[in-house]
């Protein structure tokens, strides 16, 4: 398993354990195109939508070693454009549901299998984007450690 392999099994079950979330999905890089193709051919929302992360390894020199992950994720629902009073509710409901996601990844922490940097904020920005549907909701940014020894020293 790669360190990025096991980003995707912590955070997936995570997102989709979050009441509301009907999908959620990952990206095989740093662009969106796996969510837009799911969205023509299946009702994906509220979905959440986590970009590829970067990362960083940081070996204490005991060979424990914690991969810091700056990790985007998208938390969308759809809308009318147009509507405000539906571009709101939907922006509402997204930054409802990103919230949660947020809660859930901070409690991990208590269970050892993930570190959160005291100092790391949140950052959480609204987004629209219009193509096949016209969608609102959160670009949230996080820093999110795990222990990754066996995806770094297996095999050594």
């Not at 979905?47 to 960083?56: G, S, W």
Request: proline share 4%; aromatic share 12%.
């Amino acid at each position: 398993m790669t360190c990025t392999a096991k980003f995707w099994a912590f955070f997936k079950p995570l997102a989709e354990a979050v009441p509301g979330v009907k999908t959620v999905h990952r990206s095989g890089g740093d662009k969106m195109d796996r969510l837009l193709a799911n969205s023509r051919s299946e009702e994906i929302y509220p979905a959440v939508f986590l970009l590829r992360p970067k990362y960083t390894l940081e070996d204490n020199g005991a060979n424990l070693t914690i991969a810091w992950f700056d990790a985007t994720y998208y938390v969308i629902c759809t809308g009318n454009y147009g509507d405000e009073l539906d571009e709101d509710a939907s922006f509402d409901e997204a930054e409802r549901l990103a919230t949660k996601l947020t809660r859930k990844l901070q409690e991990e922490e208590s269970t050892y299998l993930a570190v959160i940097d005291p100092t790391t904020k949140v950052y959480m920005e609204p987004v629209t984007m219009l193509t096949l549907d016209s969608s609102f909701g959160y670009e949230v940014r996080y820093r999110i450690g795990l222990m990754v020894n066996p995806e770094v020293y297996e095999g050594i």
